[in-house]
């Protein structure tokens, strides 16, 4: 099993460009997360799924959008990129919602 | 107020310490909690999940006081390799809170 994989690694982006992250997951999770890590802050969660074709918000959402179109994969876009979005993002997936959560390797997006 | 607070540290003890980081969290109706490690620059991994009765994993054990809303992680001799940030988390209904985490480094 892969676990939890992200796609891409790392990116560049200039402020308006658009991108979305891939996070997919091999375990039949239901649950699964998109957070962002920053300097201080600690893992702030931007939105979670409860399970296929489901969204919900989390602490940070502005200036995302996630869709859960499959189990498998979680994708989280950003539609009009800022500089305050650079920071880590980790995706996370959980079997239900209160058990171990089990993250991907994370991605860096520098927005310039 | 935070969710989740830890002290960030840093702490830097000598092979063999042993060393307690604590945890505060401002729901009392919090379902779940963890513990986390974090590398530099990887993503985090469950360390040990934390039980009312208190549970132990090795040099690792963890406290939960669910009166005082505090949770803690006792490491015993500490191993160079136990190097790394520890993240207190903690499950309320459908989302995870984490702390900002607790930098250790042990030292030859």
Not at chain 1, 2 to 30: I, W, Y
Not at chain 1, 80 to 95: E, G, H, K, L, R
Request: glycine share 8%; proline share 5%; net charge positive.
């Amino acid at each position: 099993n892969a676990g939890v994989t992200q796609t891409p690694k790392f990116r560049v982006l200039k402020t308006g460009q658009s991108m979305t992250l891939l996070c997919a997951q091999d375990m039949n999770h239901e649950y699964m997360y998109w957070y962002r890590q920053d300097p201080g802050m600690g893992l702030r969660l931007i939105h979670y799924s409860v399970g296929e074709g489901t969204t919900a918000k989390g602490e940070v959402p502005d200036g995302y959008n996630v869709s859960r179109l499959k189990k498998q994969n979680f994708l989280l876009g950003l539609e009009s990129a800022a500089p305050s979005q650079t920071s880590v993002y980790f995706c996370a997936s959980s079997y239900r919602g209160k058990e171990t959560q089990y993250f991907g390797p994370g991605t860096r997006l520098l927005v310039l | 107020r935070k969710e989740v607070e830890q002290d960030p540290g840093p702490f830097n003890v000598p092979e063999g310490a042993t060393v307690a980081f604590n945890c505060t969290y401002s729901n009392s109706a919090s379902q779940s909690f963890f513990w986390y490690r974090q590398d530099c620059r990887k993503e985090p991994k469950l360390l040990m999940s934390v039980y009312s009765s208190g549970n132990e994993d090795g040099r690792f054990t963890a406290q939960l006081n669910r009166a005082s809303q505090y949770i803690s992680l006792l490491i015993r001799d500490s191993k160079l390799s136990d190097s790394a940030t520890y993240l207190c988390v903690v499950n309320d209904f459908n989302q995870f809170y984490f702390g900002t985490g607790t930098s250790l480094t042990v030292i030859p």
